[in-house]
C-alpha cells in the first residue's frame, strides 16, 4: 500500500484480522485530520526473532529510517531461543 506513514505495531502475540481492523480504525481520526494514509504491518515478537527475508529486508529500511525495533539486526543474531 502506497502510504504517507508506515505504522509498525509489534505484539507479543499474533493479532487477529478483527483486532488488526479495530486497531486501524483507531487511526482514521488522524486521516480525517491530516490526511495522512497509513500503512500499518503488524509483527508478533517470533515474526521479528526470525524474520523471513521479506520481514528483514522491511525492517532494515525501518533502521535505516531511524527507527530503533527490537530486537535490532545485530540482536536477532545474538539472541538464545
Not at 1 to 19: F, K, Q
Not at 29 to 46: D, I, K, M, N, T
Not at 48 to 69: I, K, N, S
Amino acid at each position: 500500500m502506497h502510504s504517507d506513514i508506515d505504522l509498525l505495531v509489534i505484539t507479543d502475540d499474533e493479532v487477529d484480522e478483527a483486532e488488526q481492523e479495530a486497531l486501524i480504525n483507531e487511526t482514521y481520526p488522524l486521516f480525517l485530520e491530516c490526511g495522512r494514509q497509513l500503512s500499518p504491518h503488524f509483527f508478533g515478537r517470533r515474526r521479528l526473532a526470525e524474520p523471513d527475508d521479506r520481514t528483514r529486508e522491511f525492517l532494515l529500511e525501518v533502521e535505516r529510517d531511524g527507527a530503533r525495533v527490537w530486537p535490532s539486526e545485530r540482536e536477532r543474531h545474538h539472541c538464545p531461543d
